[in-house]
């Protein structure tokens, strides 16, 4: 395969094993099956494999310019990205019965940290990642990888929200139930520390970025 059939393919091999999970009952015979520690761990492995050969197929086919992106828009993933780690780092590691990360076991509802921010974080964090690069890219193979997987991520927490169970207490789009007074931000030590671990994520994927994609975002 090459050019955009290898992109087409590890999109749809993607998509396959990301939308699987969320469909009724799937989850809960996997876990059954295998134990709900090996199901996290199989899942993030095939999460992470899935992804790096679709970022290796995007940056693979062929540059086809669809618009010039203005000059300002450089720094729209350079702003956004700090928070999308943030988002990543606590979701994955914070105990979520509403939405993709550590799963229920251990939930607190009087201290939810980082779902008071949002019911669904990783999601949203890959979403906030799609975007501020599609804003910073015009080409079509762009389009493809950043369209396809903010679309999905978004999509994805319409498709949690269906479950029954769900605290008024939260929200879908981050910050909303904080500003509407429904929700408090508890600034805790766990929170903390995942928040700096998320922008440590944020420094090195920063330093890898030229060597490995080939764009230095830091040069003009």
């Known amino acids: 395969m090459n050019g955009f059939e290898e992109l087409a393919a590890a999109l749809a091999i993607f998509l396959a094993t990301h939308s699987l999970p969320a469909l009724p009952g799937w989850r809960a015979r996997l876990v059954a099956a295998?134990?709900?520690?090996?199901?996290?761990?199989?899942?993030?492995?095939?999460?992470?494999?899935?992804?790096?050969?679709?970022?290796?197929?995007?940056?693979?086919?062929?540059?086809?310019?669809?618009?010039?992106?203005?000059?300002?828009?450089?720094?729209?993933?350079?702003?956004?990205?700090p928070l999308a780690m943030m988002l990543l780092v606590a979701g994955l590691t914070t105990a979520n019965p509403y939405s993709l990360g550590r799963g229920r076991q251990g939930f607190d509802p009087a201290?939810?940290?980082?779902?008071?921010?949002?019911?669904?974080?990783?999601?949203?964090?890959?979403?906030?990642?799609?975007?501020?690069?599609?804003?910073?890219?015009?080409?079509?193979?762009?389009?493809?990888?950043?369209?396809?997987?903010g679309g999905f991520s978004v999509m994805g927490t319409r498709l949690f929200e269906r479950r029954r169970g769900?605290?008024?207490?939260?929200?879908?789009?981050?910050?909303?139930?904080?500003?509407?007074?429904?929700?408090?931000?508890?600034?805790?030590?766990g929170l903390l520390w995942r928040c700096l671990l998320g922008l440590a994520l944020y420094v090195l994927l920063l330093a890898l970025h030229g060597p490995v994609i080939g764009r230095y975002p830091l040069i003009l």
């Open 34 to 81: 295998v134990g709900e520690r090996r199901y996290l761990i199989g899942h993030s492995v095939v999460g992470s494999v899935t992804l790096l050969w679709l970022v290796a197929a995007a940056l693979a086919a062929p540059y086809v310019e669809l618009w010039t992106p203005p000059d300002w828009a450089r720094w729209v993933p350079l702003t956004v990205m």
């Open 166 to 189: 769900i605290s008024p207490d939260t929200s879908n789009l981050p910050f909303r139930a904080i500003l509407e007074g429904r929700a408090t931000l508890e600034l805790s030590a």
């Open 111 to 149: 201290h939810p940290g980082i779902v008071a921010v949002t019911r669904h974080p990783v999601l949203w964090a890959a979403a906030l990642w799609a975007a501020a690069h599609l804003a910073a890219n015009g080409s079509l193979r762009a389009v493809v990888l950043f369209g396809m997987l």
